[in-house]
């Protein structure tokens, strides 16, 4: 399996370093034995290999901050699209940062790839939240795979599992999409206030410098319009779907709650009803019986309810390099098994 990485950041140095460890597990367990033939990052510069770069190489690339165009054959002056075209892969790993207004210019990457009959794997929310709908229509029509198992919940499986595990329809999905809220509220709640919750988390890695997309909600808004369209077939767009932050809350209310049974979380929800898929993302005080209140700091958790299993919750990590790059690689394990 061939692969192109169009960003080479922290998700594709993850994913990397997830194949150098488990390089032979899965060769043994899977008789796969990926291969990175091209690898185009904005910063880094790009490199073109057609029988595959040492995978050693190019993390030490990363790690030293080299220019890529060191590693393989004369690449200059070729962007994103002309990496796609020109090179062999036969999957590429869309990995630039996320746009939650326009998905670019990572839709477009998807958008040539799917055409030029490549798979296509995303961690990046911005064009599966825009345009997942799409995308989907053309890989089918290009007989290729698009997945996405990395834009909610990063490394915990997620899609697979609903793709593969669950034999009913999804009605509801509830959860906590976003580690960087949810850290903030468990920090809120053992006493911070929510600026000194928030420069812990930005002190950790967890929060950006402007931590709006966060705190304002609309990092799980994306998430949660990916499952209420991709999962439960809505049609929503993020104006029609009502979105709350956590900047509002009192903290004094945060660190209360608790001695009543209860705790503050940043819930996305979408559910199904009467034919219609209607979608939210706000604060809610949750009773300690709902396992969602149990999901405490950086842990992501969805709570997927259908018939006749009732309410199943998943929890796990929602971020991280390596985590994320599991998630790429479980995507690529699904379109290994498609081929096989
Ligand atoms: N990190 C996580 O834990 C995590 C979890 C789930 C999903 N994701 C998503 O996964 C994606 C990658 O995340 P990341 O953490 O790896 O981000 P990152 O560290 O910022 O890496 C993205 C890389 O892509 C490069 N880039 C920007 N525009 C590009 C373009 N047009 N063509 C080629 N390369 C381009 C960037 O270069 P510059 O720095 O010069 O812009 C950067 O090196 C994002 O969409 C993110 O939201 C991340």
Redesign the pocket.
């Known amino acids: 399996m061939r692969l192109c990485l ?9 994913f990397v370093r997830v194949l150098l460890r488990h390089g032979s597990w899965l060769r043994e367990r899977f008789e796969l034995s990926p291969k990175i033939v091209a690898v ?5 510069g790009t490199v073109l290999s057609s029988l595959g770069l040492d995978l050693m190489v190019l993390a030490k690339a990363w790690e030293e901050n080299r220019n890529l165009s060191e590693l393989g054959e004369s690449s200059s002056g070729l ?2 699209f002309s990496v796609i075209k020109e090179s062999n892969a036969e999957v590429v790993l ?5 746009d939650l207004a326009t998905g670019e ?2 839709a477009s ?1 998807i958008r040539t790839a799917l055409s030029l009959g490549k798979h296509v794997v ?5 064009p599966v939240a825009l345009f997942g709908k799409e995308l989907l229509v053309l890989a089918r029509e290009k007989g290729v795979q698009f997945r996405f198992e ?2 909610v919940m ?2 915990t499986p997620l899609f697979s599992l609903i793709d593969s595990g669950v034999a009913a329809p999804i009605r509801r999905v509830r959860g906590i999409l976003n580690g960087t809220t949810n850290f903030i509220l468990t920090q809120m709640e053992a006493g911070k206030t929510y600026e000194e919750a928030l420069s812990e988390a930005q002190r950790l890695g967890y929060a950006e410098t402007d931590p709006t997309a966060d705190v304002e909600g609309f990092d799980a808004l994306a998430k949660i319009l990916i499952l209420a369209n991709l999962v439960l077939g809505g049609d929503l767009r993020a104006q029609e779907v009502p979105r709350e932050g956590i900047t509002k809350l009192d903290p004094k209310e945060v660190q209360n709650a608790p001695k009543e049974g209860c705790r503050w979380k940043l819930v996305a929800e979408a559910v199904r009803e009467g034919g219609e898929v209607r979608a939210k993302v706000g604060p809610e005080r949750l009773p300690l019986s709902d396992p969602l209140s149990q999901v405490s700091g950086v842990l992501n958790a969805l709570t997927l309810e259908f018939d006749p299993l009732g309410a199943i919750t998943v929890i796990g990590p ?4 390596e ?2 790059g599991h ?1 790429v690689l479980s995507d690529l394990l699904a379109i290994h098994r498609g081929l096989r």
């Open positions: 169009i960003g080479y950041g922290n998700v594709g140095y993850g185009h990052d904005l910063r880094r962007d994103a869309e990995l630039t940062p996320t210019p990572a990457h995303t961690t990046n929310k911005g990395g834009t990063a490394g929602g971020a991280g390099p985590v994320t998630a």
